[in-house]
């Protein structure tokens, strides 16, 4: 009760918190889930470099859970996120919906190593995910597509995706379902950028399309 206390009082002063706590676990690409699962609980003064975003000087978003915020938009899942980006999350959802946008499911704060070079089977990286930097949205109408052969420009055509296998969530299918899916002009992704400058999966120029994914640089 004290420590609940301390941590509230901390907060009102803009104090940093006591503790950093999350959960983690590492993608296996071979048995395609997360396994070696992991909580870490450690004073908020013993968290590492490696536990900071790369933006940290300006956002100070960490892996800690105590710096995650949940944003709560009506007619949409909560989500939780890092706190410098909450408000203007909440806003450019806010502004999709108006625009017609339909969200169904929502991902954002999710610490695990799902990224990087893949060795003996894992990954080794962390993403903007872990530290409450990215969303996933309607990740059943927006599939993670790989393995893109590239040899035009266009950076996110159907044509293209039929040269990628798909990898996770659902097939892309805009001209069917416009309000659940993310379009290079669509509420989402336009109301993404214009609030946050943030970028969408489907602009990547690398081998992968990952179609329900927003961050500060598409990746
Ligand atoms: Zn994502």
Not at 111 to 127: D, E, F, M, S
Not at 185 to 191: K, N, R, S
Request: hydrophobic share 40%; charged share 20%.
């Amino acid at each position: 009760m004290l420590q609940v206390l301390a941590t509230l009082v901390a907060l009102a002063l803009g104090a940093p918190p006591a503790t950093c706590t999350y959960d983690t676990w590492t993608w296996s690409v071979v048995a395609r889930r997360a396994v070696a699962h992991r909580h870490v609980s450690k004073p908020y003064a013993a968290v590492t470099a490696a536990e900071r975003a790369t933006d940290w000087p300006t956002t100070g978003c960490t892996m800690c859970q105590e710096d995650q915020e949940r944003v709560a938009v009506a007619g949409m899942p909560a989500v939780r996120v890092c706190r410098h980006f909450a408000p203007q999350i909440q806003t450019a959802l806010e502004a999709a919906a108006a625009a017609g946008a339909r969200v169904e499911t929502l991902v954002g704060y999710r610490v695990g190593r799902a990224g990087g070079p893949v060795v003996h089977g894992k990954r080794t990286q962390y993403g903007w995910h872990a530290f409450g930097e990215a969303l996933d949205i309607n990740s059943a109408q927006n599939g993670l597509y790989a393995h893109c052969r590239r040899d035009t420009d266009a950076p996110h055509t159907r044509a293209e995706l039929g040269r990628c296998r798909r990898r996770l969530g659902g097939t892309w299918q805009p001209e069917t379902d416009a309000a659940r899916s993310l379009t290079p002009d669509g509420a989402l992704v336009a109301a993404f950028r214009r609030v946050l400058g943030w970028h969408w999966g489907g602009e990547r120029r690398d081998t992968m399309k990952d179609l329900m994914h927003l961050s500060p640089d598409g990746y």
